[in-house]
């Protein structure tokens, strides 16, 4: 079974459009992210989600929303799409908030979304 | 302002060792992170380090150096499999993770 799972993994569609990315993770973790990884390759969080505590990059616009239906989903909602959010959006869970003793965090196999 | 560096490409021979650096200016320190990502997939976790000195483990070996801001990851024994990026990553005094653009190893028989 896959640890952390999302879909679409691809996704191609028009600027203006609303689209909706999902992540389950399988593993009983208590936090969820979602990291934004451009073409120049960093990782940037843009949510993490912790007991019901949404924590936000203030950088984020609010376009972007994120959806806790349980712990274990944490779904990523898109409005009004541009070209600059073309990427590659990747979920990940770890153990809870503070992942210090093993900075472990799991990755699902990430969304490449590009807008036309 | 934080930010983490790395060479963006390394070449490096099957069978050799290569060392990836990483140096970084963040606001607090708890820590140090190498992932793995090969190309299309998700990063995943390498080391840990938190206090200085080498962490081994297998082939990879992690270093760190809180005084001087700066790590590596040492692979020895390398294998075309180990084609990949490797991300450093910083938890600062907030426990968030700043993380570098990477470094694109290449592996040649």
């Known amino acids: 079974d896959t640890a952390v799972s999302q879909t679409p993994k691809y996704l191609v569609t028009q600027m203006g459009n609303d689209k909706s990315i999902k992540c389950e993770q399988n593993l009983g973790h208590d936090t969820m992210y979602w990291y934004k990884q451009d073409s120049k390759k960093f990782l940037k969080i843009m949510f993490s989600?912790?007991?019901?505590?949404?924590?936000i990059n203030e950088t984020v616009p609010n376009r972007f929303s994120p959806k806790s239906p349980d712990k274990a989903h944490l779904n990523l909602h898109i409005n009004s799409l541009e070209l600059g959010d073309s990427a590659v959006y990747f979920c990940?869970?770890?153990?809870?908030?503070?992942?210090?003793?093993?900075?472990?965090?799991?990755f699902g196999e990430g969304s490449r979304l590009t807008v036309l | 302002g934080q930010n983490i560096d790395q060479p963006t490409e390394m070449t490096a021979t099957e069978g050799a060792i290569v060392q990836i650096n990483c140096t970084y200016q963040t606001s607090g320190f708890n820590g140090l992170f190498w992932y793995q990502q090969h190309a299309g997939e998700a990063p995943t976790f390498l080391s840990y380090n938190v206090l200085d000195g080498l962490e081994e483990k297998g082939r990879f070996s992690s270093f760190l150096s809180r005084s001087k801001g700066y790590s590596y990851l040492l692979l020895k024994e390398l294998q075309m499999k180990d084609s990949a990026s490797y991300l450093c990553a910083v938890m600062d005094s907030n426990y968030q993770l700043i993380w570098g653009a990477g470094t694109k190893l290449i592996i040649k028989p």
């Open positions: 990940a869970s770890s153990q809870d908030l503070v992942t210090v003793n093993t900075g472990e965090l799991f």
């Open positions: 989600y912790n007991n019901k505590e949404l924590i």
